[in-house]
């Protein structure tokens, strides 16, 4: 621990620059520190500041595109050709830089434009220095700040709590469990914590990183770590491909070198060519620019992407959890009516909700909107309780003139209450009432329902955010479902449903003492749960993940926290709690609701277009690792140079797989990425090779056609081919892709039509009947192809990928790569 200051002063931390404090000055509360103490911490270093990025740095993303196993496999070969020659064996070279170039680009103008977008949404917090309150980043708070806290916020930095009324914090993070927890002056707060009720100052004991919440392996942001199929799914990939590659590889150089008595360049030429072309080059860039670019087209949407591979879970989604207050309504509601129960006028319950409002110092907006801004009574507060989700009420008590409670009906009012039935006609005219009614004893948590008497029901209206019902709109026609759980009345939250166009599926159920079972069962009825706690929203979400769903919750409040936390995908709107924008995945930085089914959108793209990627470029290395294999064995010359290879690669994997990683449209996407990509390449693959092959072998066969030819006509086969697994990966074929494809094709003729172009690629016009079976070989290897394809389809793991809508068929039915 640090020493004491002087009297009136603050003591500096014994630890220095350590970052932790020393005892709390008396008079800290009040008058926080000084401009000058302010300045000696920051000079010592001891400040909150921790730079929290979005992605990875630029060196980060220059080293993960260029420091790669296949770069360095790529990079030996080119070594080879620079030695060997001729130059255009080294073309591959050039294309390996420009895929290195463009993804660093694109993930660094992500990166910025990300980086860019998390400021606008980072948090701040309130400090009181030299006697006054501002608000300042939460970078900037420096040891033994005096942090003032309310609902919503979340903890910045570690601290000894000075003073707390009705403070009651989230300590889900540290604990597991989600009971809010109260503190009292002298407890300790731990940073990445929520304040859930109440309100207090706290001094920062460890700040930077020393306090708990950068201790975690994410920080205080990122409680769990995204998982991502997609990553997952490319590593296995690549295990496999390198695997594979190997002892083909090995058997390739040996047989070129030992066994077909070529010239040594001539041997090398072949094996570079063979082994490049089993290296998935762009897989794992094209697969970075995918999820660069959904970043991107969100952010010109206004919405922050957190964790890139977030993008990858809006893809699943098949379940959307909304809050009805802030995310289907706009922020805010007004007063309507005050209906009295007892002998107290209108005037005397605005003065009343006034004086509450006065004593509350972070009145929530259903308070605040009873109050409508009216000038408070000069009352003295002498005891309060403050609002809590789980309370469902708040009170007051005032020097002569007694203790008032305000709250949900339901937690008020006692069984069989004449007002029940007017709280139920309004609530199922989509109206929010709270009573209003007095107590006998002062305010304390204890305060018994029972003994209350009912003074006046306060109604209030909401307004639809004017996007919602077309949001709404937009995820049912995506076949999404939406549940509604709001911790208003049922009726209430059913009629505004109704209202945003949700469909209410059987009656609305109240929440009200359900356990994780009961939600569950509940959730089975209906889709539209009221009265419910925000433990309860997190069984909610639970329950709907254990019967099968995908599901985003989007939320704006502190009782959405562990909800947002506990989802696929939590969803926070820009408008919300600090706390709330902290742990979700995603913000709307918008305020509005409607880019929703854009969000989803681009999660399907970047699923869709990932998977047409790989099955390019895993099916490339399957015909050339059976091609390795096959000349391996057979001890013959390889039959093409790197130069064939580059043109084949680039015309039908490189260039339209770039585009095709960013084509627009896709169905919702499934579990099994891997399976799905090696049902498709596998038999793709061999009918590609089946083709080159045959077509190679019948042209050595026959003697008298030279070498170039037989290369230019086994390349004309590998390239036709190619072009079929192209025009199946591109489905649906529309206009554009088809476009695609035939540009592509047509590439290839501009090559043979330009003698400089038959000269750099060795081009060698074949004889016409070799061009026939090269025809023929294509004819008969897509056959193969497409019959092993189909008989994946009809075994047990093509049937798995059809039930569940992710089997190679999808690609007709919307977008969804095979």
């Not at 769903?549 to 709690?577: F, Y």
């Not at 089946?690 to 003697?703: D, E, F, I, P, Q």
């Not at 094709?745 to 060698?764: E, I, K, N, S, Y």
């Amino acid at each position: 621990m640090g020493t004491v200051g002087p009297p009136g002063g603050r003591g500096m931390a014994a630890e220095g620059a350590g970052g932790r404090a020393g005892a709390a000055p008396g008079s800290a509360a009040t008058t926080g520190l000084s401009a000058a103490e302010v300045a000696a911490r920051r000079a010592a270093g001891q400040t909150n500041e921790v730079v929290a990025r979005t992605g990875r740095t630029v060196a980060q993303i220059v080293r993960a595109n260029v420091l790669t196993r296949f770069n360095a496999i790529l990079g030996g070969l080119l070594v080879v050709v620079a030695f060997v020659g001729p130059v255009q064996d080294g073309l591959f070279g050039v294309v390996l830089v420009s895929n290195v170039a463009i993804g660093v680009v694109q993930e660094v103008r992500a990166m910025r434009v990300l980086d860019r977008l998390a400021v606008l949404s980072a948090p701040r917090a309130r400090v009181v220095r030299d006697g006054r309150r501002i608000e300042v980043p939460t970078g900037e708070i420096v040891l033994d700040d005096v942090i003032a806290l309310r609902p919503g916020d979340q903890v910045p930095a570690d601290g000894e709590v000075l003073a707390g009324d009705g403070l009651e914090v989230d300590e889900a993070l540290v604990t597991g469990e989600a009971e809010p927890v109260a503190k009292a002056a002298g407890d300790t707060v731990l940073s990445g914590t929520f304040v859930v009720a109440g309100d207090g100052s706290v001094r920062a004991t460890a700040v930077g990183p020393h306090a708990f919440a950068r201790s975690l392996e994410a920080g205080a942001r990122r409680f769990v770590a995204v998982r991502s199929e997609l990553q997952d799914g490319t590593n296995r990939l690549l295990r496999l491909v390198t695997f594979v590659m190997v002892p083909a590889g090995i058997a390739l150089v040996a047989s070129q070198l030992l066994r077909t008595h070529q010239s040594l360049a001539e041997a090398l030429r072949g094996a570079v060519a063979g082994v490049g072309a089993m290296v998935p080059e762009g897989l794992v860039l094209l697969t970075s620019i995918a999820f660069a670019v959904g970043a991107l087209r969100l952010a010109r949407a206004r919405v922050l992407v957190q964790e890139l591979p977030a993008i990858e879970g809006l893809a699943h989604v098949d379940m959307v959890c909304v809050d009805k207050t802030g995310t289907l309504t706009a922020p805010g509601m007004h007063l309507v009516s005050v209906e009295p129960l007892d002998t107290a006028g209108a005037d005397d319950v605005a003065e009343v909700a006034a004086a509450m409002a006065a004593a509350d110092p972070a009145p929530n907006a259903t308070l605040a909107a009873i109050a409508g801004g009216r000038e408070p009574p000069p009352w003295s507060c002498t005891d309060r309780v403050p609002f809590s989700s789980a309370r469902k009420w708040s009170a007051a008590t005032f020097a002569g003139k007694g203790t008032w409670v305000i709250g949900a009906p339901e937690a008020l009012l006692p069984a069989g209450a004449a007002a029940a039935g007017r709280v139920a006609l309004l609530q199922e005219a989509g109206r929010r009432v709270v009573l209003l009614a007095s107590a006998p004893v002062p305010a304390g948590a204890d305060l018994d329902p029972a003994t209350l008497a009912p003074e006046a029901l306060l109604v209030l209206a909401e307004q639809l955010r004017d996007e919602t019902a077309a949001t709404i709109g937009a995820l049912l026609a995506q076949d999404i479902a939406v549940t509604v759980l709001s911790g208003d009345a049922p009726a209430t939250v059913a009629a505004v449903a109704r209202e945003a166009g949700i469909p209410v599926r059987g009656e609305p159920g109240d929440a009200t003492g359900l356990d994780g079972p009961g939600l569950a069962a509940a959730l089975r009825r209906t889709n539209v749960l009221g009265r419910i706690r925000p433990e309860q929203k997190l069984e909610a979400v639970r329950a709907l993940q254990h019967a099968g769903h995908v599901v985003a919750m989007v939320g704006d409040g502190v009782n959405d926290l562990a909800a947002l936390k506990e989802a696929d995908l939590g969803i926070a709107m820009g408008s919300g709690s600090a706390a709330s924008r902290a742990v979700a995945r995603l913000v709307l930085l918008g305020d509005s609701f409607g880019p929703l089914p854009r969000v989803l959108d681009e999660g399907r793209r970047v699923v869709a277009n990932v998977t047409r990627v790989a099955n390019l470029f895993v099916t490339k290395t399957v015909y050339a690792s059976l091609l390795a294999v096959v000349v391996a064995v057979g001890g013959v010359a390889y039959p093409f140079y790197p130069r064939h290879l580059t043109v084949v690669s680039s015309l039908t994997i490189g260039i339209p797989g770039f585009f095709l990683a960013l084509a627009p449209g896709a169905p919702r996407a499934r579990a099994g990425f891997v399976r799905r990509v090696l049902t498709f390449t596998v038999p793709a693959g061999a009918g590609c090779a089946l083709a080159t092959l045959v077509t190679y072998g019948v042209g050595r066969a026959a003697g008298s056609v030279p070498a170039d030819q037989v290369r230019t006509a086994s390349m004309l086969a590998l390239f036709g081919a190619g072009l079929w697994v192209l025009a199946l990966v591109a489905r649906p074929l529309d206009g554009w892709r088809v476009g695609l494809v035939v540009a592509m094709g047509a590439g290839l003729v501009l090559l043979f039509g330009v003698p400089l172009g038959r000269h750099v690629f060795d081009l060698a016009v074949p004889p016409a009947w070799l061009v026939v079976v090269a025809v023929v070989s294509d004819a008969g290897g897509i056959a193969v192809g497409a019959a092993g394809i189909g008989w994946a389809r009809r075994t047990g793991v093509g049937r798995r990928s059809l039930a569940t809508g992710d089997g190679p068929g999808d690609a007709g039915k919307g977008g969804q790569a095979p």
